[in-house]
């Protein structure tokens, strides 16, 4: 079993940043794929980034990129998500989620944490 726990999401102007945390517990998940997604109100969830276990591999959505940076310290069992550059429309619930089917790209994502709120003011 695992727990995942998210952090660092709140309230920041347009063109602030924010640094996201996954943090896991109950088993180590430095073999796996870990991904964030994020729900706006209304909205259906969407995927924002993912990284492979080895950090080699990297994948965000085409809205992100180049303002966000997905990493990890397996060290420490945690997955960061460093948002630059923040636009109104990146409001959302963060959350992470681990993939637990080793393929790329990640298809099926088992544990899941709470979520964190992210709100971006004009």
């Known amino acids: 079993q695992v727990q995942l726990v998210e952090s660092g999401g709140g309230l920041v102007q347009a063109g602030g940043s924010l640094r996201l945390s996954c943090a896991a517990s109950?088993?180590?998940?430095?073999?796996?794929?870990v991904a964030w997604f994020r729900q706006a109100p209304g909205k259906e969830r969407e995927f924002v980034s993912a990284i492979s276990w080895s950090s080699i591999t990297t994948s965000y959505r085409d809205s992100v990129k180049g303002r966000f940076t997905i990493s990890r310290d397996n060290g420490k069992n945690t997955v960061y998500l460093q948002m630059n550059s923040l636009k109104p429309e990146d409001t959302a619930v963060y959350y992470c989620?681990?993939?637990?089917?080793?393929?790329?790209?990640?298809?099926?994502?088992?544990?899941w944490g709470q979520g964190t709120q992210v709100t971006v003011s004009s």
């Open positions: 989620a681990l993939d637990t089917s080793r393929n790329w790209p990640p298809n099926r994502y088992d544990y």
């Open positions: 109950g088993r180590t998940f430095s073999t796996n794929t």
